[in-house]
């Protein structure tokens, strides 16, 4: 099992959508370094 650097500080600014849509190359998902990108929103659609 791989262990992880501690203390790690971000290396992306919020709202980059382009890079966290950005897909994984085979290479890099064959070396493990991908991670799965959740994104989440609010609905604003006013309640009727």
Known sequence: MKTKPKNKKPSVAPGNK????????????????HTKVTTLSYDEVDPS
């Open 18 to 33: 382009e890079f966290l849509e950005a897909k994984a190359s085979k290479e890099e998902v064959k070396k493990g370094n």
